[in-house]
């Protein structure tokens, strides 16, 4: 048994959170779901507007956007507020506003693939770890070689084998899910699996399968909640990451990490180039962290 | 951070005279963080390079002393020793070649101080110098010269200019310091091989390759390759050009990110590069202390390749509308900061084969280019388009894409990394088109031909091939090098055939930018972009 | 506790060759081999032939993997293929890069989150705690190509005070060497800075909540002394373990950290040798990574069983 790693936070949020005062504990009738009461903090109402508000504007991309994502003119790294362009353009003369927009919505569709399919993944392997103790060994084996690996470098290799777009990006970031959503899980699943309605369940005839479908998971998943909140962000954070490497989705088409990494060398001439994407990339994370934390917090409750 | 570097009040007093504000903020901004680390009263990494433009300007007499410093975007690869690399700075300080072009390709004596060529073009006799030696003491000697020769024949060593080394096929010393080179057949380009290759030391050549041991006979020896870091060299005290060279030493100190190395150049902490990015030359060019040198030599080519096996690019009317449809102009401008000229033929300025005509053979015209297509049967085309997986390559590959759209041509990018895309450039395995870069455009125009994988008259990456060509390529290489006359036509009639035939789309010869602190004088480059500093010194 | 560690060690052993076979086989299954890229753009088939064979690529994988292993176990890593060197000294140069990056960052982890953490559960002002708050949210959710961008931004391009990037040998001019490790330095220590600081926050708060320190206040021993002497040790421990794995995300971070700082630490070393189809360079070092990995987890395990008896016997 590795106690350590099984309790590990697959990122900074799932850690266990102190007994301090809930932020919703003055109200007078608590929701009866915590996620509810969770969601109705100030903490995640501000996540949720950033968030909403991001979505929203990749959403209308198409009804936004001036401009085609792609086309290009003369007029190379105009400024702020040039009329036409609002967010300036870039070097090949490419509205700037259109691009973060498309990029948000590229990034949307990155991640509502890689996340779902790495949750479930990594519930399936921790699903075959609380079959069996062999099973068990050699998940953990697994996690851990998934964990050990540096990403990146693995990114670029998946990258060179299976050539660009989108499919390598989703295919990382979704291995890179894997372990904690599983990690997660079987630890949830061994938790609840010592609790003595479990026990009762079991001497009262009901079969293996069955206690854990009825009574284990629906416990046990509790915290892949605030995992997929979580794993968004990471998401994103790895789309950028792939992009500023250079092996991201196919140019031209733009994603927030991408239209960022190209403006790296104008940050001296034209620092607005970086504007929109940084302003945009970081709403988005703050947003979804903001809501992981509430969830988290009144979870842990 | 708050913490740690307190928004404290500028503590050093200020340059008199009104300070700019951006001055005090750097001043207020440097001072608190040079306290927060416990370091005021230090260098400053950042600051103003130390020299005073009056004192640099004034100073004009060569000065010995000083260590120069050199950024370098990618290290010193040392199995790439003897073949054209992006790296080739080296060469020329720690090793000689046989001769040096002039301007016009005309060569100077180096190693070789002169040289005859028999009647028929079969021979050429060296006469060598005999007061060289070599940074391990021994004396330099015509049995280094057949070593040399018989080194970049092999095909290990990579040498693009391996065609014209093989074509020695017989070598007769006369003495220590006179030499025979007997050829198979005459070659145009053999002062092209002279230029390229370097005069190393035979005994140590297997740890020259895996940088151990780098031991030759020019001004500078090798003191340490720290790899990734860059080279440390000293100047060699017994150097066979009398006082040379000024400086005590040269340091090639790799930058590879494009806004370090220019605040390396910036901070004085290096004084020469030859690689700060086109399109970052504008910051460069409002610091007074830098200057900018363009040369016409050409620093490669961008090109556009077009595999003739795809239907319908085995079409020559296809081709000829991609030729047609591209915005040189506009890429020049937006993807290499506008230092280069737009031309649709391989060769730079300074090239025997230049002219203007053939540079601007194609410009951008959308209308022809449609027409074109329209004439041979096609309205829309799909086709791919590999290039290199970096921010340049991507930039000018996008623009590629988008012109081509504008005449029906849709492309979708492939970027491909660096080994990935060579192996398929060398196995012809190219997709319909790609674009990349070539170099040997700036020495004999026939060099291109035979040197250049993608020019190649009998196997290329296109998989073009034609008895035209061919028979006009090797007319031009195996010409007597006396036979001036007739070369000319010759060149005309291979650009004739590149511009017609468009496998290769010539876009943008590229400029090749020499940035350097006002107080580096006497850098000169030969041909294959090696640094020659023996006369370069720093006031 | 020997025979915990003997008992972990096969898995972890189990890892190690994994990782060994599948860095090997996804490094041959990439386009492109040490040969190619060697030869350059302009070369011809021939030369590529004649470098494949010089370096031994023609061999069978299963001998050129039973080779590569051999050399790991003599100690003997060989030359690099295309970068140049010896691999041994790649890694090391590389290494030491990367260490003093990682062990400037743990500085700042270790300032910033205790700071972060102490101010955060004792200010008085609720002005104070709140900024702290926002400030590790913020550091929290920046992912360091955001942050790293802003610093350059701040630093480099208004400011002016900091180089953007690029490194200078610490023990060649320590002054210029402190101006370059900062930006990166401190870009890879904000996420792990922040939550250390949540971290020793929530524990400082759950030890001051217990009932003896209750008491303790009740008769009248000074808040600071109870802060230093009980809550903060009482803190400790668990962050002891927080920091060891915080260590391998930093190694971890460092890759994209270096990529945007031009470091010339480790991940730029694996990534120019990925690039080059190095394979000595790349194979060497991705399993000194894992091993890295697996060494830290066995390590930070040990720790806790040394701290919690009940593990041991599990």
């Not at chain 2, 022809?368 to 290199?388: D, Q, T, V, W, Y």
């Not at chain 2, 990018?413 to 674009?435: F, H, V, Y």
């Amino acid at each position: 048994m590795t106690p350590t790693p099984d309790l590990a936070p697959a990122s900074p949020e799932a850690l266990p959170d102190s007994l301090r005062k809930p932020v919703g504990a003055r109200k007078a009738v608590r929701p009866r779901h915590p996620y509810r009461a969770a969601l109705s903090t100030a903490r995640a109402r501000t996540g949720l507007v950033l968030v909403g508000v991001v979505v929203l504007a990749g959403l209308l991309a198409p009804v936004l956007a001036g401009h085609g994502p792609t086309d290009q003119s003369g007029q190379s790294l105009a400024a702020l507020g040039t009329p036409g362009h609002p967010l300036g353009t870039d070097d090949l003369g490419r509205d700037l506003l259109s691009r973060v927009l498309y990029g948000i919505r590229a990034d949307l569709g990155i991640i509502a693939i890689a996340v779902p399919l790495g949750a479930a993944l990594g519930c399936l392997f921790a699903l075959a770890a609380a079959a069996h103790p062999v099973a068990d060994t050699l998940v953990q084996r697994v996690f851990d070689l998934i964990l050990a690996f540096p990403g990146l470098i693995l990114a670029l290799a998946v990258t060179a084998i299976l050539g660009p777009g989108r499919l390598p990006v989703v295919l990382v970031i979704a291995l890179a899910e894997i372990p904690a959503f599983g990690r997660l899980l079987r630890g949830g699943i061994l938790v609840q699996r010592e609790r003595e309605y479990v026990t009762a369940a079991r001497v009262g005839g009901s079969s293996g399968p069955r206690v854990l479908v009825r009574h284990i998971l629906p416990n046990a998943a509790d915290p892949l909640i605030v995992q997929i909140a979580v794993s968004l962000t990471v998401a994103v954070f790895i789309e950028g990451a792939m992009s500023f490497l250079g092996v991201g989705v196919r140019p031209p088409e733009p994603t927030l990490g991408s239209v960022l990494s190209q403006s790296m060398p104008y940050l001296d001439q034209a620092p607005h180039f970086a504007a929109g994407p940084l302003i945009t990339v970081t709403a988005l994370v703050l947003g979804l962290s903001l809501i992981a934390e509430a969830l988290n917090r009144e979870t842990r409750r | 951070m708050t913490e740690l570097f307190p928004a404290s009040p500028p503590l050093s007093p200020l340059p008199a005279g009104g300070p700019s504000r951006r001055t005090a903020l750097r001043a207020a901004g440097g001072g608190s963080l040079l306290l927060g680390l416990g370091l005021a009263g230090c260098r400053s990494a950042v600051s103003e390079a130390s020299s005073d433009p009056k004192k640099a300007a004034a100073g004009a007499a060569p000065k010995r002393g000083g260590v120069l410093s050199v950024a370098i975007n990618a290290d010193f690869t040392p199995a790439l020793l003897f073949a054209q690399s992006g790296q080739s700075l080296q060469q020329r300080l720690i090793y000689n070649t046989l001769t040096r072009y002039d301007g016009d390709l005309t060569p100077k004596p180096e190693l070789a101080t002169s040289w005859t060529y028999a009647k028929d073009g079969r021979s050429i006799t060296l006469n060598l110098r005999d007061d060289v030696t070599f940074h391990d003491g021994r004396a330099f000697t015509a049995d280094d010269v057949i070593f040399a020769v018989k080194n970049l024949q092999n095909p290990v060593r990579a040498a693009q200019l391996r065609s014209t080394a093989a074509a020695v096929t017989g070598f007769e010393k006369r003495g220590d310091h006179e030499l025979v080179l007997k050829l198979a057949h005459p070659v145009n380009n053999l002062f092209d091989l002279f230029e390229f290759m370097i005069i190393t030391d035979e005994k140590t050549v297997e740890d020259a390759v895996t940088g151990k041991k780098l031991i030759g006979t020019g001004p500078f020896r090798l003191k340490k390759w720290s790899p990734g870091s860059g080279l440390t060299l000293t100047r060699n005290d017994r150097y066979w050009q009398p006082d040379r060279p000024y400086l005590d030493g040269v340091e090639l100190r790799v930058i590879p990110q494009a806004d370090a190395l220019i605040s390396s150049l910036r901070s004085g902490q290096s004084q020469l590069s030859f690689h700060v990015p086109g399109k970052s030359l504008g910051t460069v060019k409002s610091d007074p202390r830098l200057k900018i040198t363009d040369y016409d030599t050409g620093a490669g080519a961008v090109y556009l390749g077009v595999n003739t096996t795809v239907a319908p690019l085995n079409d020559r009317a296809v081709r000829q509308a991609l030729a047609w449809a591209i915005d040189r102009e506009r890429l020049l401008a937006q993807t290499l900061g506008g230092y280069g000229i737009a031309s649709a033929a391989p060769w730079p300025k300074s090239s025997p084969a230049f002219s203007e005509a053939h540079r601007t053979h194609y410009t951008h015209n959308p209308g022809k280019a449609r027409e074109l297509l329209r004439s041979a049967g096609h309205r829309k085309l799909e086709l791919p388009l590999l290039h290199i997986a970096l921010p340049g390559d991507t930039a000018i590959a996008e623009s590629i894409q988008y012109d081509l759209k504008q005449i029906g041509v849709h492309v979708t990018l492939e970027p491909t990394d660096g080994a990935a895309a060579q192996k398929k450039l060398i196995a012809q395995q190219m997709p319909a088109l790609w674009s990349m870069g070539h170099g040997f455009a700036q020495v004999q125009p026939s060099t291109l031909a035979v040197s250049a994988y993608p020019f190649n008259e009998a196997k290329n990456t296109s998989e073009y091939r034609s008895a035209a060509y061919t028979k006009v390529v090797r007319e031009a290489w195996t010409k007597p090098e006396s036979g001036v006359a007739g070369a000319n036509t010759l060149h005309e009639k291979i650009s004739g055939i590149l511009l017609e035939e468009a496998f290769i789309i010539d876009l943008v010869v590229r400029g090749q930018v020499q940035v350097n602190a006002d107080r580096l004088h006497g850098v000169t480059q030969n041909k294959f972009s090696y640094l020659n500093l023996d006369d370069a010194y720093l006031v | 506790m020997r025979s915990y560690l003997l008992r972990r060690l096969p898995s972890a052993l189990l890892v190690l060759f994994a990782a060994s076979f599948l860095i090997f086989a996804i490094l041959r299954l990439v386009p492109g081999d040490p040969a190619t890229s060697l030869a350059g753009p302009d070369a011809s088939p021939a030369t590529v032939a004649a470098i494949r064979d010089r370096l031994g690529l023609d061999a069978p994988l299963l001998s050129q993997y039973a080779h590569w292993i051999g050399s790991l176990l003599t100690g003997d890593l060989g030359p690099s293929y295309a970068i140049g060197g010896d691999v041994s000294d790649l890694i090391g140069d590389g290494l030491g890069a990367t260490t003093e990056l990682t062990l400037a960052a743990l500085l700042f982890v270790i300032l910033l989150g205790t700071a972060f953490g102490i101010l955060g559960a004792t200010s008085r002002s609720r002005w104070i705690r709140s900024a702290i708050r926002v400030t590790t949210t913020a550091a929290l959710a920046a992912p360091p190509f955001v942050s790293g961008v802003l610093l350059v931004v701040l630093f480099a391009v208004v400011l002016g005070v900091l180089p953007p990037g690029g490194r200078v040998a610490f023990f060649d001019a320590p002054d210029l060497a402190a101006q370059y490790l900062l930006l990166p330095a401190l870009c890879l220590a904000l996420p792990s800075a922040a939550v250390l600081g949540r971290y020793l926050k929530d524990g400082i708060e759950r030890a001051l909540a217990e009932d003896c320190i209750r008491t303790a206040t009740a008769a009248g021993i000074a808040p600071r002394r109870l802060l230093w002497r009980h809550a903060l040790p009482g803190a400790l421990p668990p962050v002891v373990t927080l920091l060891g794995m915080q260590t391998g995300h930093l190694l971890g971070g460092a890759v994209l950290v270096e990529a945007i700082f031009a470091w010339p630490g480790l991940g730029q070393l694996a990534e120019q040798g990925l690039q080059r189809r190095d394979y000595p360079v790349v194979q060497d070092l991705l399993l000194l990574l894992v091993a890295a990995f697996v060494v830290v987890q066995l390590l930070t395990d040990l720790v806790h069983a040394w701290l919690d008896p009940r593990i041991r016997w599990e």
